[in-house]
């Protein structure tokens, strides 16, 4: 058979070493994506809990979701300018707010092997929504107690100042 009867015949087959270049390069596109911001994915939540009918996000919820998993991703902590210790809060009534503790919400409740911080706007009522995280501070998602809403967290990065 000569070239002029199978045009595959003058075709040059790729080396395996281009072929794998060619997948990494494909590859590391695909991960050069930068993850959401914090505010992007505190929107996605926000999303998800009214598609679900299950407990809102307040708006003053949302501003404070994205600085704490800002606070969270970026230094591995809570912001301590928006949480205080559970243990040292000494505070169990859901429905009032100590003055002292106007602005702050709890944080460092026990949860099984992990922790919780209630997520409500830190004044009145505590809010129904809690941000489960490990000891380490890395966040695992937004619940309520009694686990009947569970939404699992996306890795996020601060939005550009």
């Given at each position: 058979m000569d070239a002029q009867a199978n045009p595959r015949a003058n075709r040059i087959a790729p080396s395996p070493f281009v072929a794998a270049a060619l997948i990494g390069a494909l590859a590391g596109a695909a991960r050069a994506e930068p993850p959401?911001?914090?505010?992007?994915e505190?929107?996605?939540i926000a999303q998800t809990l009214l598609a679900e009918r299950r407990p809102q996000l307040c708006p003053a919820c949302a501003v404070r979701l994205a600085a704490t998993l800002e606070s969270m991703y970026g230094q591995r902590r809570l912001p301590p300018s928006l949480y205080l210790s559970a243990d040292a809060a000494n505070w169990d009534d859901p429905q009032t707010r100590p003055v002292m503790f106007f602005g702050k919400?709890?944080?460092?409740?026990?949860?099984g092997d992990?922790?919780?911080?209630?997520?409500?706007?830190?004044?009145?009522?505590?809010?129904?929504?809690?941000?489960?995280y490990t000891p380490a501070n890395?966040?695992?998602?937004i619940a309520t107690a009694d686990k009947?809403?569970?939404?699992p967290l996306?890795?996020?990065?601060?939005?550009?100042?």
């Open positions: 959401p911001t914090c505010r992007a505190v929107d996605r919400s709890r944080a460092g409740i026990a949860d992990r922790l919780a911080a209630d997520i409500d706007s830190g004044y009145g009522p505590r809010g129904a929504l809690r941000l489960i890395e966040p695992i998602a009947k809403t569970f939404v996306t890795y996020c990065a601060a939005s550009p100042r």
